[in-house]
Structure formats: structure tokens, C-alpha cells
């Protein structure tokens, strides 16, 4: 069973990135699937999460309207599309999934976690 994230990197404020979680080992059908992130010196934190069971989204209010998760059952991938990013959004970012169908950010559901990828907002 593994998450492998893809896509960090640096770019200046305003850009945008796209990161990517492929999931082996098992299907993400009927998986909640969420992003996290941590800053340096602070508590990781819920970013956005998905339900492959419904679609349901839910986003944190600091990344509403710019961020938006999808995930692709056929390519057992989730993916998180990041514009207008800011330079409070670098952080490594972590996906995780949750086996249950409801779309959640409590952090303690998730039981498996990939290794992280960096993503650094700067001018």
C-alpha cells in the first residue's frame, strides 16, 4: 500500500501548481482522500479532502476559491490544482486516504499517508 505525491516545486506568488497522488497497492474506490500541509514550525494542517464515493469536497477557508482536489478513479490518482498561490501556501504537502466514504480534514481518520512533496511560494 503506498501514496506517492508528485508535482511540488518553487514558483512566485501568483503561479500555480498541481500536485498528484498515485495510489498502489490498492483502489481508492470508496476512499476519502485528503490533502495536508505543514509549514515549517507549525502543526500540520487540512487543506482540502475528497469523497470517491460521491464527489463531496470540502476545503480549508485559507485555500476556498483557489484550490480545487479531484480525483480520477481509473487512474487510481487524486490530484490537488493550486492557483493564485501565496507565499503562506509553502508548506510539504501530504495525501493521505481515509477508507469510508464521507469526505473529512480530521486529520487522526486517515490511514495511510504518503511521504510529502515541498511546494515554496517566493518572490
Known amino acids: 500500500v503506498q501514496l506517492v505525491e508528485s508535482g511540488g516545486g518553487s514558483v512566485q506568488p501568483g503561479g500555480s501548481l498541481r500536485l498528484s497522488c498515485a495510489a498502489s497497492g490498492f483502489s481508492l474506490e470508496n476512499y476519502a482522500l485528503g490533502w495536508f500541509r505543514q509549514a515549517p514550525e507549525k502543526e500540520r494542517e487540512g487543506v482540502s479532502c475528497?469523497?470517491?464515493?460521491?464527489?463531496?469536497?470540502d476545503y480549508a477557508d485559507s485555500v476556498k476559491g483557489r484550490f480545487t482536489i479531484s480525483s480520477d478513479n481509473a487512474k487510481n490518482t487524486v490530484y490537488l490544482q493550486m492557483n493564485n498561490l501565496k507565499l503562506e501556501d509553502t508548506a510539504v504537502y501530504y495525501c493521505?486516504?481515509?477508507?469510508?466514504?464521507?469526505?473529512?480534514?480530521?486529520?487522526?481518520?486517515?490511514?495511510?499517508w504518503g511521504q510529502g512533496t515541498q511546494v515554496t511560494v517566493s518572490s
Open positions: 493521505a486516504a481515509d477508507y469510508g466514504t464521507i469526505a473529512t480534514m480530521t486529520e487522526g481518520l486517515y490511514d495511510y
Open positions: 475528497i469523497s470517491t464515493f460521491d464527489g463531496t469536497t
